[in-house]
């Protein structure tokens, strides 16, 4: 092994890090992942039998207000000018999302004015006016009053955590935005849009260098292989996106995630839902919300099946070793935990820790992205430069 720089993880931040690398250095790097791809949780293969663009890892949009990351990405992938836009079905109807005035018209059946929606909502949501709210349920209330909190947030919110709202801390939610317009664009971001020839060539781009090697299928913990912890740490630089808590053999004790259980399901008809996330507000409903890929790309009809469709059912729960962490729980006793690694972590030679995983936080593409072009910067070059 004769790399200058090993990087445990195909994901986002390892890659830009691995292209930040050879671009300014020329170094060479080698990128270990344990999964049979590349792209980490932004991995996605096409369909056979529909055409459809399936995201392995759930529905992925990427959006960014930052010009750096715009730029960046935009060097290797044009994207389409697709805007999100998501649904709910609540009690045999179908609501426009985020809660804007025309979800809340159509709850009413009322024609409010901003004005006069804005009155009543302030109205609904003074009903726990006065009290410290005790619990999700009682927050939900008193930021959107009980009618849309009941019908929108709360038997959604149960499904997420697997826990009535009532039984969860207030501070799981600061805010609940109600739009006083027609505007259901979910995104407020400057640039959005899907990578034209998708995710995975986006990143397969990224690395397109003779310089760079990637092995996949590889355990960075597994010492029966060369590209292991014990054999690399320390003699040369590792940049380290898995679980921190992995990385310590779980010493201090397990970070909490939650994670999402997908079930496919296939329709004999060309479009199911007509739009590309779907989302079930109510209990009787057991999965939280349904991706409709082919949906996501309506610029690739010629290249879809018109007759078949493919929808990923999603059911959100706890994570336990082993399975998928997806989300940090964060409660505070995780945030010390984390804290605990962390500090372990900045200790270990030449070792930097990134990503979500790495670093126990929930980051959108373009802020993990962001975050690797500043870890090259302050943290990778300077051991390359060593
Ligand atoms: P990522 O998890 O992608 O990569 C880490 C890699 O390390 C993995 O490939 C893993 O296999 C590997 N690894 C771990 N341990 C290892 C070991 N011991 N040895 C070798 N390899 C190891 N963002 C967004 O902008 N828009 C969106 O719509 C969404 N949607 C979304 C849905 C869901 C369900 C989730 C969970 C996340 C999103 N995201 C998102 C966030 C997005 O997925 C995220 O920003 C990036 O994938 C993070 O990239 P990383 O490189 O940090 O981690």
Not at 262 to 281: A, L, Q, T
Request: aromatic letters at 14%; hydrophobic letters at 35%.
């Amino acid at each position: 092994m004769d790399a200058d720089l090993v990087i445990v993880g195909a994901g986002l931040f390892g890659l830009t890090i691995a292209q930040q690398a050879v671009e300014h250095t020329g170094a060479k790097v080698e990128i270990i992942d344990v999964r049979q791809h590349i792209g980490g949780n932004a991995y996605s293969y096409v369909d056979e039998e529909t055409g459809a663009e399936i995201h392995q890892y759930g529905a992925h949009l990427f959006h960014t207000s930052n010009r750096r990351v715009w730029d960046y990405v935009n060097r290797f992938t044009e994207f389409t000018d697709y805007v999100h836009r998501v649904y709910a079905t609540h009690d045999g109807e179908v609501y426009p999302l985020p809660i804007n005035l025309g979800t809340i018209n159509q709850f009413f059946h009322a024609h409010y004015t901003p004005a006069e929606a804005a009155k009543l909502i302030a109205e609904q949501a003074g009903e726990l006016a006065g009290t410290d709210p005790a619990n999700l349920n009682d927050k939900g209330i008193s930021l959107i009053g009980r009618p849309l909190y009941e019908a929108f947030i709360k038997n959604y919110t149960a499904k997420q955590w697997q826990t009535d709202p009532a039984e969860l801390p207030a501070g799981i939610i600061n805010r609940l935005p109600v739009r006083l317009n027609y505007d259901n664009r979910y995104f407020k971001d400057t640039w959005e849009g899907l990578p034209k020839d998708g995710y995975t060539t986006w990143m397969e781009r990224m690395i397109d260098d003779p310089r760079i090697h990637v092995t996949l299928g590889v355990d960075f913990f597994d010492e029966s292989q060369p590209l292991n912890k014990k054999a690399l740490v320390g003699k040369v630089p590792v940049v380290y996106t898995g679980p921190v808590d992995r990385y310590f053999d779980y010493e201090l004790g397990d970070l909490k995630w939650r994670t999402v259980d997908f079930k496919e399901v296939r329709y004999d008809e060309g479009d199911h839902f007509g739009c590309p996330v779907m989302n079930f507000s109510d209990s009787d409903v057991p999965y939280t919300r349904a991706i409709e890929f082919k949906n996501f790309n309506p610029e690739r009809r010629d290249r879809q099946n018109p007759d078949r469709t493919v929808v990923w059912e999603e059911y959100s729960r706890f994570a336990q070793r082993g399975d998928e962490p997806y989300y940090p729980v964060n409660t505070a006793e995780d945030k010390a935990l984390y804290a605990k690694y962390e500090e372990k972590a900045a200790a270990e030679p030449k070792v930097v820790f990134g990503g979500r995983l790495g670093t126990y936080k929930y980051y959108d593409m373009h802020n993990v992205i962001d975050t690797a072009l500043t870890a090259y910067e302050e943290q990778v070059a300077p051991l390359l430069a060593r």
